[in-house]
């Protein structure tokens, strides 16, 4: 792809996923993905959002910056939801929680084939226990 193709490819995925569309986001993401530090495949993907989801109703990524070299792709996004579900353990505080999130993406046959990045999920815990990190 192209990075303008790249670039509206990224939108459209990020669109998928603040409308919580599993389906949508699975067509983005290659069966078989690889993830830094994290169970790989699609399915733990969409079983993660599906976690996020629950928890936060409306959880909605808003994008900061990205940059497109190649087949990769770097996001810096802003993540936040109110929380009203159970998540990692913390039962539901009503809290809104706001995060920052970098992601590394390497896109093959127009799908995610390798991911890392930071969700800091540390901060997000924080924010809905009210601790310091």
Do not use: K
Not at 6 to 13: G, H, K, L, S, T
């Amino acid at each position: 792809m192209e990075p303008w193709e790249m670039r509206e490819w990224y939108a459209d995925y990020l669109d998928a996923c603040n409308r919580h569309d599993f389906d949508a986001i699975r067509s983005f993401v290659a069966p078989g993905v690889r993830r830094a530090h994290l169970p790989g495949g699609a399915d733990a993907w969409v079983s993660d959002m599906a976690d996020l989801f629950h928890a936060f109703p409306d959880w909605r990524w808003r994008r900061i910056q990205l940059v497109v070299e190649d087949d990769r792709l770097a996001a810096h996004l802003r993540g936040s939801g109110t929380h009203l579900g159970v998540f990692r353990g913390v039962a539901p505080t009503r809290r809104h929680a706001n995060v920052a999130q970098f992601a590394m993406y390497r896109v093959t046959n127009g799908r995610i084939a390798e991911f890392s990045g930071s969700a800091d999920e540390v901060e997000l815990l924080a924010q809905l226990t009210g601790t310091d990190r």
